[in-house]
């Protein structure tokens, strides 16, 4: 089964798993919008993240990262606020897919979903500290992170 087919058919666990420990986190706007809006909000970002898995195309996530990060940082949310709902969405996923799939298929699954995520995480970041700064902030090159000798 292809990896977006099993996220799909998968959906509701995860939201429900990632909705959950949002809420644990006591988010203060998360909180006030509501489980409705938040489970729509997460929702809407998962949706991005399966389709940008099916069609190797981040395009979609970029552009919902970075109109998210606009729209947040002009309502007053902080941005570790926003980046927790990324990073529990990201988690439900890699533990749903640990838990349901055979570990030959974990790297691929992982490396898509955090190439996803993490490429939503970056320009949510990006644009928020832009926008913080009123300045133009630089993609991360993390390249000589992973450069080292050992």
């Known amino acids: 089964m292809e990896l977006s087919q099993f996220l799909h058919e998968r959906m509701n666990e995860i939201l429900t798993e990632a909705e959950s420990a949002l809420s644990r986190a006591h988010l203060e706007h998360y909180e006030r919008a509501g489980e409705e809006h938040t489970r729509q909000r997460l929702r809407a970002l998962y949706v991005l993240a399966v389709r940008a898995i099916s069609e190797r195309n981040l395009g979609p996530m970029l552009s919902h990262a970075e109109s998210v990060a606009r729209e947040r940082y002009e309502s007053g949310f902080d941005l570790y606020e926003v980046q927790t709902a990324f990073n529990v969405l990201e988690e439900a996923t890699w533990r749903l897919v640990m838990k349901s799939l055979p570990p030959a298929e974990y790297g691929e699954a992982i490396g898509l979903i955090s190439t996803v995520l993490g490429a939503g995480k970056d320009m949510l970041c990006r644009t928020y500290?832009?926008?913080?700064?009123?300045?133009?902030?630089?993609?991360?090159?993390?390249?000589?992170?992973?450069?080292?000798t050992y």
């Open 129 to 148: 500290v832009t926008l913080a700064s009123k300045s133009k902030a630089p993609a991360l090159d993390l390249r000589s992170l992973f450069a080292g």
